[in-house]
């Protein structure tokens, strides 16, 4: 069955200090990958997907992340946190079952030291 | 463009009343609309897909008679909680999706709903 995994709970940085959020997935075709977040008591706002071409794609906020297939993964990246990132962050995987549904990971929530 | 709003924002209900939230997509056709459910600090947990003008398909241990969904038209879901309880208390989130979008999801801010 198709999975998301997301290692990391919770991850405690500093503001201006680089990030990196780990995302794995367990999918026999190829994925269609997404990263959402998602502010206390707030809906899900998308920060970037990948369905195929280049591998590391460009999102808002100045987010990126990179599909690796060797490594099934699907990293979060950004160079210099702001204290306005503080939120959760999932993984989702689509087309899981050949359904519309998304597979989300546990989540990993950001903290952010001034 | 693509937004979804959900009303109300939160409410709270007496145990054994009925509620219903909305979801709405603002400025698109949605053929297929999500609910789900999200625990504090949990992920999101999907309990049912509705298509427009089908019945809603249900998760695995979702009771659909307890969580009544209509998709009435390709703009507007909604989900009724009936016979509240206080374990129905929880953030419930709607979503949509066009037919031609790949799998991206739309999503509404939630609705805060407490079973007193």
């Known amino acids: 069955a198709q999975s998301v995994t997301q290692p990391d709970i919770h991850i405690t940085v500093s503001e201006g200090a680089s990030l990196e959020l780990r995302c794995n997935y367990s999918?026999?075709?190829?994925?269609?990958l997404f990263w959402y977040v998602q502010s206390p008591g707030q809906g899900l706002q998308l920060l970037l997907k990948y369905f195929s071409g280049d591998t590391l794609v460009q999102g808002i906020k100045g987010f990126e992340a990179e599909f690796k297939r060797s490594q099934s993964s699907f990293n979060l990246r950004k160079p210099s946190v702001h204290w306005s990132d503080a939120a959760e962050y999932f993984c989702?995987?689509?087309?899981?079952?050949?359904?519309?549904?998304?597979?989300f990971g546990t989540g990993t929530r950001l903290q952010v030291f001034p | 463009g693509a937004v979804v709003s959900q009303h109300p924002s939160w409410v709270i209900c007496k145990s054994g009343t009925s509620v219903k939230i909305e979801c709405r997509s603002l400025d698109f056709q949605a053929t297929t609309m999500f609910w789900y459910r999200q625990f504090p600090k949990q992920s999101l947990m999907l309990m049912a897909t509705s298509n427009e003008g089908s019945k809603a398909t249900y998760e695995q241990g979702v009771e659909k008679d307890k969580f009544l969904i209509n998709h009435a038209s390709l703009t507007l879901s909604t989900l009724t909680v009936t016979s509240a309880h206080p374990e129905d208390s929880s953030f419930y989130i709607c979503?949509?999706?066009?037919?031609?979008?790949?799998?991206?999801?739309?999503f509404g801010p939630g609705t805060r709903l407490t079973v007193t």
């Open positions: 999918y026999g075709a190829t994925p269609y």
């Open positions: 989702a995987v689509g087309g899981a079952e050949n359904t519309d549904k998304l597979i």
């Open positions: 979503s949509a999706k066009t037919s031609g979008s790949s799998y991206e999801q739309y």
